[in-house]
């Protein structure tokens, strides 16, 4: 059993496409990225409770919290999924005026929103404000037949949509759905300026001037500094923030998802133009920008451009605002070429860099998988002494997940080379996720080899017993000619792990013969959690005795 594709598996994150949720018509905020990522720490925890040994199971417990954590790592790299202009998918809201004329008119046309009958549902709620001019749902009215024009897609629906809004703004600017109405007129005019519309191609124009200034957009950046030498000693974590400092979201409002959703259609439209208005964003270091610079930088990771790397690492390296830092890292992930290996290369290699920041910059360097040079650099940074052993060992840990023959050598010829006894634990690890025979049997030479230390052994057997390329033949006779008690005990809880009859027949013997009283309960306490119809007829016949 791997443990880490099941942590994979429990653990899965459905990004939903932002453009086709749908709205609604009272604004909730939106919950910061962590708790998106929750659930992921849930389940984790949820893992490791679910077999507990009494003593067992802990001694592969900080094995399983480092893996959890860094899976943990990983899915918190991936930003906030909603960076575009968010829409709620709640849908319009309940009816809210049973006494008003049109209510029976309102429930039918949100009936027919919900079912996704867009046409019929634009119609609806168009006859609302034509019957009833002066009804309470007539203002709202406006929004929620554009937005079913937009979900339909036509050239012609599109410009109904865009005149529905373009009325709303005019006639009731104090509509519950205002805001939602600006981030969806910014969404139907990039559409329209994608098909050749110019009025909408203009108006995008005009849009994303009042966010950046031509000539700030123009404006030259800042010579990118010399690479610095590589440092002797290893960075200082950075001082704890002071309380409220980063108070994430608290600058944020609900015009920087018009701005985004400017910027969005400009860039789809015309990325030429777009690009220097995201780097004049970028740029901004006023406290009212982070918001936007946060989502600007995910924009910016979506254009393939010759500039792309540079501006994410210009971010990354200066922004002052630790989640755009972090996001412009992961974000050069996505990023492929030499270019983007080259700048995370200088994130790891600057000693003033944070030093999780260069985590996120480790991470995004697994996931460069075309580039030879971004695993030689890992492979270099795993080896190095002058750096924080936990980023080490995640470095060790990434290298694990990409499988290859030259990772696994590298492993075990770093492996004689460490002394760090967590950091030897990781290499195990990481070679039991690559799997194949030959790794597996050079966990059980560490697992045999009695000059090494007994909890690096445990961890070894542990990890070689839970792949199929060790005969469990082979772990069973390994039983009585164990002479160390730990390591038979480990063994126990290896048998239990496996599905094969002979490990479930071996600890039957172990329950009833073992002369080790503790070696005894052990046995028949994993016995007791097998789902055999034999392992319950045992325990059976052993009450009876």
């Known amino acids: 059993m791997f443990v880490l594709p099941l942590l994979l598996a429990v653990t899965t994150i459905t990004v939903q496409d932002s453009a086709t949720a749908a709205p609604r018509a009272r604004r909730a905020r939106r919950a910061p990225a962590a708790a998106a990522i929750a659930p992921l720490a849930e389940a984790t925890a949820a893992l490791a409770a679910a077999r507990v040994d009494l003593q067992m199971l802990a001694v592969q417990a900080p094995v399983l919290a480092a893996s959890a954590?860094?899976?943990?790592?990983?899915?918190?790299?991936?930003?906030?999924l909603a960076v575009l202009a968010d829409v709620d998918e709640s849908g319009p809201p309940e009816p809210w005026?049973?006494?008003?004329?049109?209510?029976?008119?309102?429930?039918?046309?949100?009936?027919a929103l919900n079912r996704n009958q867009y046409a019929r549902a634009a119609e609806l709620f168009e006859s609302i404000r034509k019957r009833y001019p002066r009804s309470t749902y007539t203002a709202d009215s406006f929004y929620w037949q554009a937005f079913a024009l937009y979900r339909t897609g036509t050239d012609e629906s599109l410009r109904a949509a865009r005149a529905a809004l373009f009325t709303q703004t005019t006639r009731f600017p104090k509509a519950s759905t205002h805001h939602d109405a600006e981030v969806l007129l910014r969404r139907v005019q990039g559409e329209l300026a994608k098909r050749g519309d110019r009025d909408a191609d203009e108006w995008l124009r005009r849009d994303a001037d009042r966010i950046a200034p031509p000539e700030a957009a123009e404006a030259p950046e800042t010579p990118e500094p010399a690479e610095p030498a590589e440092p002797a000693e290893p960075a200082e974590p950075p001082e704890p923030p002071e309380p409220g400092e980063r108070s994430r979201g608290s600058s944020c409002d609900d015009e920087d998802d018009v701005r985004i959703a400017a910027l969005q259609g400009l860039l789809n439209m015309d990325a030429e133009r777009a690009v220097p208005i995201l780097k004049a964003v970028l740029l901004r270091r006023d406290a009212g920008s982070v918001c936007l610079r946060r989502k600007a930088v995910w924009l910016v990771s979506q254009k393939r451009s010759p500039e792309t790397s540079a501006i994410l690492l210009n971010a990354a390296r200066s922004d002052p605002d630790r989640e755009v830092r972090e996001q412009a890292v992961f974000w050069l992930s996505q990023v492929p070429g030499e270019e983007a290996v080259s700048a995370l290369d200088s994130i790891l290699r600057d000693p003033k860099t944070d030093p999780e920041i260069q985590d996120k910059a480790i991470f995004a360097l697994s996931q460069q998988r075309r580039s030879t040079r971004a695993g030689a650099i890992l492979r270099a940074y795993a080896e190095r002494r002058d750096?924080?052993?936990?980023?080490?060992?995640?470095?060790?840990?990434w290298l694990g997940q990409n499988r290859s023959a030259e990772n696994a050598q590298f492993l075990k010829d770093l492996y004689n080379k460490l002394e760090n006894p967590e950091l030897k634990k990781k290499v195990i690890f990481s070679l039991s996720q690559m799997g194949g025979t030959d790794n597996y049997r050079w966990m059980m030479d560490i697992a045999l080899n009695q000059s090494e230390n007994i909890e690096i052994r445990k961890d070894a057997l542990f990890w070689a017993g839970q792949g199929k390329s060790v005969d469990v033949a082979d772990l069973v006779r390994l039983y009585d000619s164990m002479k160390d008690r730990e390591m038979r005990e480990q063994l126990i809880f290896v048998y239990s792990q496996r599905r094969e009859a002979a490990a479930l027949d071996k600890l039957f013997d172990i329950g009833k013969n073992d002369p080790d009283r503790e070696l005894r309960k052990k046995a028949i306490f994993w016995i007791g959690q097998s789902r055999s119809p034999r392992a319950a007829q045992y325990l059976q016949d052993l009450i009876n005795q």
């Open 69 to 80: 954590a860094q899976l943990q790592q990983a899915a918190i790299a991936l930003p906030a």
């Open 97 to 111: 005026a049973q006494q008003d004329p049109a209510d029976s008119l309102y429930r039918a046309a949100r009936r």
């Open 387 to 397: 750096v924080p052993s936990k980023l080490r060992e995640n470095a060790i840990f």
